[in-house]
């Protein structure tokens, strides 16, 4: 089995994470994705209560039969910590991790990127004003070799979660 993994805040989760999470599985050839929630995000100041974030991704991912969310007891922090956890959750799986251009644009300054990389393969989706050649460099920086990644224009790169936050309040 090949198993993505999408962590973010999703505050809130939208088509676009839904549309980048559905065309990894194409791409990558994923058998399933699954939505890896942050309790308490270590860049964002404020986030909508976690809770009401569980019901609402589960909510958009019951609509599609190979997207499902995944909760886990330690749900913060760097991936490193969590690894142990999610290999056990998802036994013997292929791990690939989803993440945005602009999540991937710091990847090489996370602690645990050797942890995260070593062994799994990496998706990224395009955002806007985002530069391929960019996000290529910095994944071709990292100390992990090989590493197997893929780069893939977002469908949706322009649909984020703070406008749809703006626009609501």
Not at 28 to 37: E, G, I, Q, S
Not at 59 to 69: D, E, F, T, V, Y
Not at 74 to 103: C, W
Request: aromatic content about 6%; charged content about 20%; some cysteine.
């Amino acid at each position: 089995m090949r198993i993505g993994v999408f962590r973010g805040t999703f505050d809130p989760i939208h088509v676009g994470h839904i549309a980048f999470a559905k065309q990894a599985i194409l791409a990558a050839k994923l058998d399933y994705v699954y939505f890896l929630p942050e309790k308490v995000p270590q860049h964002k100041k404020s986030v909508g209560d976690y809770k009401k974030r569980l019901t609402t991704i589960a909510r958009a991912a019951a609509h599609h039969a190979n997207l499902s969310l995944l909760e886990l007891p330690n749900m913060q922090g760097y991936i490193e910590p969590m690894l142990p956890e999610i290999r056990k959750t998802l036994g013997n799986a292929r791990l690939v991790f989803l993440m945005g251009s602009d999540v991937a644009k710091t990847i090489h300054q996370w602690p645990d990127v050797d942890s995260l990389c070593s062994g799994n393969e990496l998706v990224v989706g395009m955002r806007s004003g985002d530069k391929a050649s960019e996000i290529q460099q910095v994944l071709d920086g990292l100390s992990v070799k090989p590493l197997r990644a893929m780069i893939l224009k977002a469908p949706l790169p322009d649909v984020t979660s703070s406008t749809i936050r703006q626009n609501s309040s």
